[in-house]
């Protein structure tokens, strides 16, 4: 058997237990631990991703008394009540097929005093380390020393309640139990010190109960093993054949594995400088026989399978994977896979790669962090001052920046500052530090004040990206250029900005509102396609051509053809492309008007809309795509007899000429100008809408001035479901998840699983033209936009039908009729009042029942500018506009005069790629 092959095949511990194969992963420090070293969720599924291929993992130190804490964030074992969050660790790591260790330990005279509430850290003798500011330590008194030994015992016992199949005694970095064997750190003259056999005890000692307490709680199958430091730099302190002295009196006790701790598995000696043998060396030839018994482990410097191979050379029999297993959470198929590998991480990848925020900050893993999310912009180096501005809050902040990245955000101190603002900085700081951009999601319950953050990181960056400009001889003022210019941040502008960088186009995104998103972000129900692998995986028969026919009854036969035959086509494609992109919609539900669940949407059942544009923004940072906010096109440049550029002008009354190839309108449709739907649909007077204030329809106004035509401009669609209060839009899927609509005298009156325009007729054709979404505890349970309905103060609830029908002002006994017979089409999934054939889900029969009282309100504009099926606008006479597209709402046709319930989103992440991508050929043709 070849080296190589050695490392991935299993091994045989002196006690039997076999590892199935030679590599662990190295106990690192996460300082992830919280509330006085409990384990978090993060930390779980930290250890949980990276168990699986590597035989063992080796969980970080754990301290077993509360003074024993080397660095913050450290995780205990000192305590019964750790047990629990410990054992979700071993379990996480267990689950995966890989034997799962913990180490432990007490830092001695290693703590600060800061970590422990300001007292003293203890050690064998009042010595301080030689390093500036270090406390002196208290001695521990004889009993002390007794009693610590006796923790170390306990944290073995609750290491074994935990499940963990071993410990790791961490003797060594400096800490407690080095300390014990150190001549410089051990003055003591009891039992515990003087001579060199003397300081052997405490270590021995350690051992002794942790064998103890397996022979107790365990079985022969409990690993023990034990982590040294060769040598010290103290003087006195220990030397290499001290250490030799060590390790055979600890193989004369027993001992499942030798951790040889050093920064790199080959190193020579620290303190005999002459001699550049690797210790290893040395090591192998001065064990003896019954030392070279016990399985010596290697660490440090691991990366590639070269290294691994090299470390069973000298000698060691197994391998410890420390910073790869933290970059590569897979490392060991891909070291077995025979991939070489460097050792970095993308800055863009925490969240990817389960690495928990405080190791992120760490200095072990911030050396690592390579930042692929740079814009290709260079900032003047300082430290800009902002202002922060919300409704309630003026706060100044300080951004630091490096030519290349944003290195700090720091808030002025400032007594007006609210605690929650101060709370939710924090976490926007971190944010924007670890995306090195301020495009990163709000906080959830401090929108307005982390966009007010946002807003101010990304002024100071336009300033010094200008300072820099000007500091390089450059003019700030000239024209930008760009491959592709993208008019809106709503999904359709994303996606075509993701696929036109991808395609290899340089790509601005502007967008005149000042946050990203559009009206997308508001987008709840979820995105259709047929014929998908996601539904392929749930069992779900579906076919493009229905979803076709569906769509063109639901448009009442008025869609453009040949754009719904593209659509169809190419919606499996897309549910891909935004998988690829890690933005997964694999929970699929239903919407009106279609037969079949073709809805896709997050597997938690939350809304669409924020979770695509949150995916899509990190998307546009990994690729350093440039976007202005706050920033409107006030025109498109045509010169030549093609598009050569846009106008902007800012919220600074600033107007610049960007110059560029192609033009990409995705401005989205225009609900919100209610002038411009009274113009089309006098009747839509005073009708509230759901669509947020950018709706506006100035992008088709762009494009009609030069030439574009528009068509279907009166197909208004008014969502059924609007709550009037907020103009929020109540789901379509409460109703897709078995809700019923009920008017004032307590009766269903339509089918609720028609189409839109359909549904909201029915509700305006009521006396009181409005009516109640009607659903139980069951369709809450399985809809996480009923919550968010509820804390928004929209739902009425009641414990049973009657008291719903009480609060409402209903006849009691009507509604609970209504509930009977509608439960009764449920059993026979046949609605002989209405004709309901979808949806027909379950009773609505279990309290709470809830209730919200709901109009229709002006939702989509399906009219906009012509375009091609490959997304290139088109004049009166049917001519393409060269290096015009459009994408998204702002196209009319699709839809026909009525559009279905996840077909927006459909439609914007379908042509928005495809506009991306030909408006990339076209730039770059
Ligand atoms: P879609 O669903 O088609 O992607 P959205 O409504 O989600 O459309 O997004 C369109 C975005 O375009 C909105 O954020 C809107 O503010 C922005 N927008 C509209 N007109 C302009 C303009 N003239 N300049 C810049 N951005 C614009």
């Known amino acids: 058997m070849s080296i190589s092959d050695r490392i991935l095949m299993p091994f045989t511990l002196p006690n039997g237990v076999e590892l199935k194969n030679r590599l662990l992963m190295a106990p690192m420090t996460t300082c992830t631990g919280i509330n006085n070293g409990m384990v978090s969720a993060e930390l779980v599924e930290y250890y949980r991703v990276r168990a699986g291929s590597i035989g063992t993992v080796i969980v970080e ?40 260790i913990l180490q432990i330990y007490h830092g001695g005279r290693m703590v600060e005093p800061e970590l422990i509430g300001g007292r003293s850290p203890v050690a064998p003798s009042a010595i301080a380390a030689p390093r500036e500011g270090a406390a002196k330590p208290l001695a521990l008194t004889a009993e002390q020393v007794e009693y610590t030994i006796s923790q170390f015992g306990d944290g073995v016992r609750r290491a074994i309640a935990a499940g963990f199949d071993g410990v790791e005694i961490h003797g060594a970095n400096t800490y407690l139990i080095q300390q014990f064997y150190s001549p410089h750190s051990n003055q003591r003259s009891d039992r515990w010190g003087g001579s060199r056999d003397k300081r052997t005890r405490f270590p021995l000692a350690v051992l002794d109960i942790t064998h103890r307490m397996a022979r107790e709680y365990a079985d022969d199958a409990f690993i023990i093993g034990y982590r040294f430091s060769p040598e010290e730099l103290e003087e006195p302190g220990i030397r290499f054949d001290d250490t030799m002295y060590l390790l055979e009196k600890l193989a004369d006790r027993g001992l499942h594995y030798l951790h040889f ?53 000298h000698g060691y029999d197994l391998v410890a994977v420390g910073k790869a297993c933290i970059a590569y959470p897979d490392w060991t198929d891909r070291i077995a896979s025979q991939q070489i590998l460097e050792l970095f991480i993308d800055s863009t990848q925490r969240e990817a790669l389960t690495i928990p925020e405080p190791l992120w900050r760490f200095s072990l893993v911030d050396a690592m962090i390579r930042d692929m999310s740079l814009s290709a912009k260079k900032f003047k180096p300082g430290v800009f001052r902002q202002k922060v501005q919300d409704a309630d809050t003026q706060l100044m902040i300080n951004v630091s920046l490096e030519t290349d990245r944003i290195t700090d955000i720091t808030l002025e101190p400032d007594a007006s500052a609210d605690v929650a603002f101060v709370t939710s900085f924090d976490t926007i700081r971190s944010r924007i530090l670890d995306a090195n ?46 491959d592709v210019v993208v008019i809106g941040s709503g999904g359709a502008g994303l996606a075509a900005a993701i696929q036109a960088s991808d395609d290899g186009a340089s790509v601005l995104i502007i967008e005149k509102m000042p946050t990203i998103g559009g009206n997308t972000i508001k987008a709840s129900v979820g995105m259709n396609a047929a014929e998908t692998r996601f539904q392929k995986l749930k069992g779900i028969v579906d076919s493009k051509a229905q979803f076709y026919q569906e769509t063109l009854k639901g448009g009442n036969f008025k869609n453009n053809t040949q754009l719904l035959n593209r659509f169809v086509q190419q919606a499996p494609q897309a549910v891909e492309w935004l998988a690829e992109r890690g933005i997964e919609l694999n929970d699929i539900t239903i919407t009106g008007g279609m037969s079949i669940d073709r809805t896709h949407r997050p597997a938690d059942g939350s809304a669409v809309g924020g979770f695509l544009i949150s995916g899509l923004v990190k998307n546009i940072n990994k690729r350093s795509i440039d976007l202005m906010l706050d920033t409107s096109v006030s025109e498109i440049l045509y010169t030549d007899g093609a598009v050569s550029g846009v106008r902007v002008i800012n919220d600074d009354q600033e107007q610049q000429t960007i110059i560029s190839k192609s033009v990409i309108v995705a401005s989205g449709g225009f609900s919100a100008n209610s002038a411009m739907v009274v113009k089309y649909r006098p009747e839509l007077a005073g009708f509230v809408t759901t669509n947020h204030q950018g709706a506006t329809g100035g992008g088709i106004a762009l494009l009609e001035a030069i030439g574009a035509a528009t068509v279907d401009m009166g197909e208004i669609q008014i969502h059924p479901t609007v709550e009037q209060q907020t103009s929020y839009l109540i789901s379509e899927s409460i109703r897709g998840g078995g809700a019923i609509l009920v008017n004032q005298q307590g009766e269903r009156f339509f089918n609720e699983m028609e189409t839109r325009d359909k549904v909201s007729a029915a509700i305006i054709g009521l006396a009181e033209k409005y009516a109640y979404i009607v659903f139980d505890e069951q369709v809450r349970l399985k809809n996480k936009a009923a919550d968010e309905y509820l804390a928004r103060g929209f739902v009425v609830s009641a414990d049973s039908a009657a008291g719903l029908a009480g609060e409402l002002n209903i006849d009691a006994a009507t509604l609970q009729q209504t509930l009977a017979r509608y439960n009764g089409f449920v059993a026979d999934q046949c609605d002989t009042d209405f004709g309901r054939k979808t949806a027909l889900r379950q009773p609505i029969s279990q309290g709470p029942f809830y209730a919200i009282r709901i109009a229709p309100g002006v939702h989509h504009t399906m009219g906009g500018v012509v375009t091609n099926e490959d997304s290139a606008v088109l004049d009166a006479q049917n001519q ?39 408006a990339a050929k076209y730039a770059r043709r």
């Not at 629990?84 to 790591?93: D, E, M, S, V, Y």
């Not at 495009?439 to 820099?468: M, N, P, R, W, Y």
């Not at 393409?880 to 459009?886: Q, R, Y």
């Open 61 to 100: 130190c754990c301290f077993i008394d509360n003074k024993g804490l080397a660095f913050p964030g450290a995780i205990g074992i000192d305590d019964d009540d750790k047990i629990a969050g410990l054992a979700q660790i071993a379990r996480a790591i267990k689950s995966q097929g890989s034997k799962a």
């Open 261 to 313: 701790s050093m920064g790199y598995f080959l190193r020579p000696s620290i303190v005999d400088t002459g001699d550049s043998r690797p210790l290893i060396e040395k090591y192998i030839a001065m064990r003896s026989v019954k030392l070279a018994q016990v399985p010596v482990m290697g660490v440090g410097g691991v990366v590639n399978k070269s290294d691994t191979d090299l470390a069973l050379e």
């Open 437 to 482: 951009s301020p495009h990163v999601d709000a906080v959830s319950g401090a929108t307005t004040q982390s966009e007010a953050v946002k807003k101010a990181v990304a002024k100071a960056l336009a300033i010094s990206c200008k300072a820099q400009i000007v500091a390089e001889g450059g003019n700030p003022t000239e024209a930008q250029r760009y």
């Open 880 to 918: 393409l506009i060269p290096g015009a597209f459009a994408a998204g709402e702002v196209v009319g046709g699709l839809h026909g005069s009525n559009r279905i319930g996840g077909n927006a989103v459909a439609d914007i992440i379908i042509f928005g790629i495809q506009a991306g991508s030909h």
